[in-house]
């Protein structure tokens, strides 16, 4: 018992070293590339794909879901069905989001990532069937967060100053950008899950690593709220 | 893959209580990191007073310049003199910034050369005190002096000796959602002045002080 809690705190300790240090940089779009796109003017493809693939790769809470949801599909198949699910939540909002002007409260949506964490983790561990009896729709669920974490992805973009001129292209660059970021972190993730799942070790690890999943996702929860009242 | 494929492979589903166990352990363990390190850390806020032994209070928060300790006058003498060259100029202006709109200004100083500033807004705005040297290491080298890009700030107020020759200044952005407007006042010895909002860097022309 106290070997299988020390492991527990070894990867807790390494999974928050991942998220935290970075972190006052990390999640905003930093500084200068705010600078550099209040530059833009005009179509700009190139830089936005950059940024999108950016904050998609630095953004740990967007990665620690998507660890969440392709922690149990072994088939190709599920894994593209399962992310295109996701891609598609994200991208209505991300492009409403900006296009219809609507300014979500970061701290708020980013709370709301963060639980999605802790839900989809509690749902690897068959929490909701042992608790409800039954598994809600794990394609819905991963849609309908689809569209919060889209909406975080608008709420970045709106700190930007964006000039109305090539606005569209715009957007719908830094959305490639997203995607593009999203399938190189998820191959880095993939890589290790499928070697892990050769170890005789996975599936009897499987259910504290989704613990120390869902206490990062409390984590991030936590951290957001506690965000939105000292801060906002 | 359907949910009971799924399942066939794991291997045994988890009690109720190991569950309920695993989950409160997780939730403490996340709020035990959150209030004794991360909050502190991150927002500043240490209510148990963590943050402060552990020395990670405010790590991650904006680097309020650290009031370097005044030089000590030699005995005898109660106060620093330094002869400027006489490039003295004053520049008081007002701006406004809609909503999400940032801009900059930056001034050409010598290094050691100083100036006063204040900046006064009726909103909060986000900023960053920052500067390029004019022999820099790499294209994109700057220093950071001062920084909340956070919550923001309705004024703030000091004096600043420039650490190095190059441009030294504020980038401003308005994340609220109605325009800001700010009064910004500068008096010191710098070369020249120029403001970059939304394209190139215009030059400014500061004439000096009578």
Redesign the interface.
Known sequence: MPKRIASFLML?AVL?GLV?PQ??GAH?VS??D??YV??I?GVAVAPFIYLGAKHMVTGYDHLAFLVGVIF????LK?IILYVSLFTLGHSVTLLAGVLGNI?ANSYLVDAIIGFSV?YK??DN???F???LGF?PN?KIAVLVFGLFHGFGLATKL??????KNGLVTNIVSFNIGVEIGQVLALTAVLIALSFWRTRSGF??H???TN??L??????L???QI??YY??? | MTTSEQNEQKIEAPSKSALAKATGIALLVALLLLFTVILPAEYGFDPLKTGAVLKVTGISQTPEVKRGAAPTPAPGKTGVYRAEPAIYKVESEDFTLTPGEGMEMKYHMQKGAEMVYGWKADGKLTYEFHGEPDQKPNKDYFESYDLDDKAGKNASYGSFTAPTTGIHGWFWQNKSKKDVQFHLTVAGFFDSAKMIAGGSPEEMTIEDAK
């Open positions: 807790l928050i935290f972190s006052a905003n500084q200068q705010a600078s209040n530059s003017k149990f599909l072994y088939r599920d300014h802790v983790a509690f561990m068959d929490g069937k042992r608790f598994e794990t709106q700190e930007l100053d964006l000039a599936l009897r499987a259910f504290a613990a120390v869902m206490t990062v996702g409390f984590l929860t936590g951290y506690a965000g000292l801060e906002s």
